[in-house]
């Protein structure tokens, strides 16, 4: 009981608050359900890889939360990059599966798409450096889970952080690493009106 109390004490500190083991279907269930009460009316952050099976999919984990959220700014790899096809190569995947890869984020950025026609405040900016968290910000809760390019990655648990108001923890942590990647002007913003891809110096 003293080591499970000095456990639980290292969790709050880390503001760790939920496990989610992968793939049970009822744990899938209730994330997308927990997301969807977290996101709803607020701005959402996400950094993902092609988002295959939760921007574009209509029953995925973040496609209704982004249908309820105030906000929007995601980070997608760049399908066109030259890093990210030998990453693929690298990790064994097919040659078919490039282009694939490349449809699937021309889907979700369709979706995102649909949601600035709605009225959403949406942004999309592409990475090609290699992924290393799937990163979801809603609101004071933050979602995690080890990011390589790797089909395994779906198979991965997901961990939940909270936000704590002395700005401790690990919250504070991936919450700061998400805001400096988006505001390096390294990573280019995708226009999605023109389909342009926007380099903005600091000035």
Not at 7 to 12: I, K
Not at 111 to 117: E, N, Q, S, W
Not at 125 to 144: F, N, R
């Amino acid at each position: 009981s003293f080591r499970d109390r000095a456990l639980a004490d290292a969790a709050r500190g880390a503001g760790l608050v939920s496990f989610f083991p992968r793939p049970a279907p009822e744990a899938q269930r209730r994330i997308m359900r927990v997301k969807e009460e977290q996101g709803a009316g607020r701005t959402v952050m996400v950094i993902g890889s092609s988002g295959s099976g939760s921007l574009m999919d209509q029953v995925g984990d973040l496609s209704s939360v982004l249908d309820g959220c105030l906000e929007a700014k995601i980070f997608l790899v760049n399908p066109f990059a030259q890093d990210t096809q030998t990453r693929m190569e690298a990790f064994g995947r097919p040659a078919d599966a490039f282009p694939a890869f490349r449809e699937e984020v021309r889907q979700s950025i369709a979706v995102l798409k649909r949601l600035k026609a709605m009225g959403k405040v949406v942004k999309l900016k592409l990475y090609s450096d290699p992924p290393l968290v799937k990163l979801v910000i809603l609101g004071e809760d933050l979602w995690l889970q080890h990011g390589p390019a790797d089909p395994a990655v779906q198979h991965m648990p997901e961990y939940v952080l909270r936000r704590s108001r002395k700005e401790q923890g690990l919250y504070t942590f991936y919450a700061q690493y998400f805001l400096q990647r988006w505001e390096n002007a390294d990573f280019p913003e995708y226009d999605l009106e023109t389909d342009e891809l926007l380099y903005r110096s600091r000035t």
